[in-house]
C-alpha cells in the first residue's frame, strides 16, 4: 500500500494548481488548499498581514501536502480505519471535509453496524469500518465509492451552480465523477448512457 506521503502527493497532483471559480464555495485554491484553509492556519505567505488570494498563489506544493497530512489526514485520524480505505477517504477528506466520514458511517450503518453519523473518526466508527472491510474486503473501497459518487451526483440535484463539476458541457463525466471512479473498480464505472440518464433532468 503507499504511504500517507505518496497519497498526499497524489491528491496534489489531482488537484492540480491555481483556480478561483466563483461558483466553488471554496474560493481561490491552490492544489486543493482553499483560501478559508490558509485563512484558519493564519498562512501568510506574503508577509502583507492578511491572507488573501496572492498568499493561495504563494502556495508551494510541499506545504500543500504537509497541510493536507497534517490537517486532512492525521488530525481527522483517518489512520484508524483500514488501510485499503486511506486513499479514498482521505481523498475525500480534502475534497469535502467532514463529510467523507459521514459518507463511511451511512454506508456502514446501512451495512447493519451500529454507528453515529456525525463526521467524526472515532472508535465506534473505526471499529465499525474494519467489521466492515474484515466481513467484505474485496467491496467496501467499491461501496465507499459508488456512495461518494452518489453524494456528488446529489450535490448537483440541489444546487445548479454545482453541476459542471458532476458533468461536462458536452453531457459527460465531470471532474467530480471522474475523480470518484478513480477510486472504484472498473465494473463498477458508470457507462455514458447511465450517466447521462442520472442527469437527465437537470437543466
Known amino acids: 500500500m503507499r504511504d500517507v506521503q505518496q497519497l498526499a502527493r497524489e491528491i ?36 502583507d498581514g492578511a491572507v488573501t ?7 508551494s506544493e510541499a ?10 489526514f492525521n488530525a481527522p485520524r483517518l489512520g484508524l480505519l483500514p488501510e485499503a480505505l486511506h486513499a479514498t477517504v482521505f481523498d475525500m477528506y480534502v475534497n ?7 459518507i463511511l458511517q451511512r454506508l456502514l450503518r446501512d451495512m447493519g453496524l451500529d454507528v453515529a453519523v456525525d463526521g467524526v473518526m472515532g472508535p465506534q466508527t473505526a471499529k465499525a469500518a474494519h467489521a466492515a472491510h474484515d466481513a467484505a474486503p ?35 463525466k465531470g471532474g467530480w465523477i471522474t475523480r470518484a471512479e478513480e477510486f472504484i473498480s472498473p465494473r463498477f464505472h458508470l457507462t455514458e448512457a447511465e450517466h447521462r440518464a442520472r442527469v437527465a433532468a437537470w437543466a
Open 12 to 47: 496534489v497532483s489531482r488537484e492540480g494548481g491555481y483556480v478561483n471559480d466563483p461558483d466553488d464555495p471554496g474560493g481561490a485554491t491552490n492544489f486543493g488548499v482553499t483560501i478559508h484553509t490558509m485563512r484558519r492556519l493564519g498562512l501568510d505567505l506574503t508577509g
Open 53 to 59: 488570494s496572492a498568499d493561495v498563489r504563494a502556495l
Open 63 to 72: 506545504q500543500a501536502i504537509e497541510i493536507f497530512i497534517t490537517r486532512y
Open 96 to 102: 469535502a471535509g467532514s463529510n467523507a466520514i459521514k
Open 138 to 172: 474485496s467491496h467496501l473501497v467499491d461501496a465507499y465509492g459508488i456512495a461518494r459518487r452518489n453524494y456528488y451526483y446529489r450535490i448537483g440535484d440541489g444546487r445548479a451552480a454545482s453541476r459542471k463539476y458532476a458533468r461536462r458541457r458536452d453531457g459527460g
